[in-house]
T-cell receptor, first 113, second 111 residues
Framework: ETGVTQTPRHLVMGMTNKKSLKCEQHLGHNAMYWYKQSAKKPLELMFVYSLEERVENNSVPSRFSPECPNSSHLFLHLHTLQPEDSALYLC????????????FGPGTRLTVT | GQQVMQIPQYQHVQEGEDFTTYCNSSTTLSNIQWYKQRPGGHPVFLIQLVKSGEVKKQKRLTFQFGEAKKNSSLHITATQTTDVGTYFCAGPVGSNYKLTFGKGTLLTVNP
């Protein structure tokens, strides 16, 4: 499945680093999402973009900053993260928002040291 | 807030046994979606149910949407080791009908 790609697949960063996660969808979808998945928690929706406009921001700390330059690309900029931010970060896309089936990328496994 | 509840949280079965996971909402849902996430993988869309009382089958998997459109179930007949993974239901809840995922049911199968 290559409809939604994410890079990097694995990332280790210190608490003072700045890094970015990238997501690209090749499905012609209008909506894109960032989710956080921790070991013992359900999928946590972080941000939603529909037609490049942010439509959902679920009380996410400001150390996470999303960017959607066009309908095919989504970034998550990270800075001064905490160890508890270590998780699998999943990107997804759907034809439209808010209630369409979602297609997930493989995720970025982030470890904050 | 409004949630989509899923039970059980874990289920371990012997290969060949059946498995069922249940999804419940306090409000009527316009539709329900099911996803599967293999260990180390990402959620993959399985199916969407829209009609009251709808039943859909995919090989050994049977999906049902309740008459009141507040609950749903996924039943696997004669489980195989390839069925291992976490099964999530998701439904649109809240004033903006945002797709909300249940916590998932982790299925393990003993060969």
């Amino acid at each position: 499945e290559t409809g939604v790609t994410q890079t990097p697949r694995h990332l280790v960063m210190g608490m003072t680093n700045k890094k970015s996660l990238k997501c690209e969808q090749h499905l012609g979808h209008n909506a894109m999402y960032w989710y956080k998945q921790s070991a013992k928690k359900p999928l946590e929706l972080m941000f939603v973009y529909s037609l490049e406009e942010r439509v959902e921001n679920n009380s996410v700390p400001s150390r996470f900053s999303p960017e959607c330059p066009n309908s095919s690309h989504l970034f998550l900029h990270l800075h001064t993260l905490q160890p508890e931010d270590s998780a699998l970060y999943l990107c997804a896309s759907s034809q439209d928002w808010p209630n369409y089936e979602q297609y997930f990328g493989p995720g970025t496994r982030l470890t904050v040291t | 807030g409004q949630q989509v509840m899923q039970i059980p949280q874990y289920q371990h079965v012997q290969e060949g046994e059946d498995f069922t996971t249940y999804c419940n909402s306090s409000t009527t849902l316009s539709n329900i979606q099911w996803y599967k996430q293999r260990p180390g993988g990402h959620p993959v869309f399985l199916i969407q149910l829209v009609k009251s009382g709808e039943v859909k089958k995919q090989k050994r998997l049977t999906f049902q949407f309740g008459e009141a459109k507040k609950n749903s179930s996924l039943h696997i007949t004669a489980t195989q080791t390839t069925d291992v993974g976490t099964y999530f239901c998701a439904g649109p809840v809240g004033s903006n009908y945002k797709l909300t995922f249940g916590k998932g049911t982790l299925l393990t199968v003993n060969p």
